[in-house]
């Protein structure tokens, strides 16, 4: 089995050793120093998340940009929806978590899977539901970043139908389904209309 690379980092010094040195000890994993070695997931131990904390929290996932299990005494009023943006999939409750939900959770989050205490995630799902109903909605958009007439446009171009017929199908003219498709490409950076449908499948919008 190939090994799971970790880079550990801490609030404090001795919290980084015990870590290191236990997630080391493991078989299905080994413990690197950065970015420079290519870690698969990282593991972040922290007491509270204090804005120092989460500003180097967002310094590791702009450094690093993997999937991070979260270790955190006090979740206290973090905001979660940040916390997610910073790669966070897992969060474990520092004083009780074992070691074996520990290293389950580095390989789940290694597998692109995410671990969330029950309590914690119905938080965060109530937080997705004010941002959407608030924010998204008004603005004609979705979680995926998508206006309603882009997923219709999208939905058709993934099916294999051109410009023309895509314009005949939802009585628009062939510039406004053009427009649509460079305004969104532009928005979300996204390189062409193929780039596009994979963007909106895995959002799960078609």
């Not at 204090?50 to 999937?67: E, F, H, N």
């Amino acid at each position: 089995m190939e090994q799971v690379r970790v880079v550990v980092q801490t609030s404090d010094p001795m919290s980084h050793v015990g870590l290191s040195s236990f997630l080391g000890s493991r078989r299905e994993l080994t413990v690197v120093d950065g970015a420079e070695d290519r870690p698969d997931v990282v593991v972040f131990s922290t007491d509270h998340l204090s804005s120092d904390v989460m500003a180097r929290l967002r310094q590791t996932a702009t450094d690093i940009g993997k999937p991070t299990v979260l270790m955190t005494g006090d979740l206290g009023e973090a905001p979660l929806l940040t916390v997610v943006e910073c790669h966070v999939v897992a969060i474990l409750p520092k004083k009780t978590a074992t070691g074996t939900q520990l290293v389950d959770s580095v390989l789940a989050a290694a597998d692109g899977n995410g671990v969330m205490p029950r309590d914690v995630l119905g938080k965060l799902l109530r937080r997705v539901e004010v941002l959407q109903r608030e924010v998204l909605a008004p603005n004609g958009l979705n979680a995926s970043g998508l206006q309603p007439r882009e997923v219709d446009v999208l939905r058709l171009i993934a099916d294999g139908w051109d410009t023309e017929e895509i314009a005949q199908e939802l009585r628009y003219s062939e510039r406004t389904v053009k427009n649509v498709i460079y305004n969104m490409t532009a928005r979300l950076h996204l390189r062409n209309r193929a780039h596009a449908v994979a963007y909106a499948l895995r959002a799960g919008v078609i």
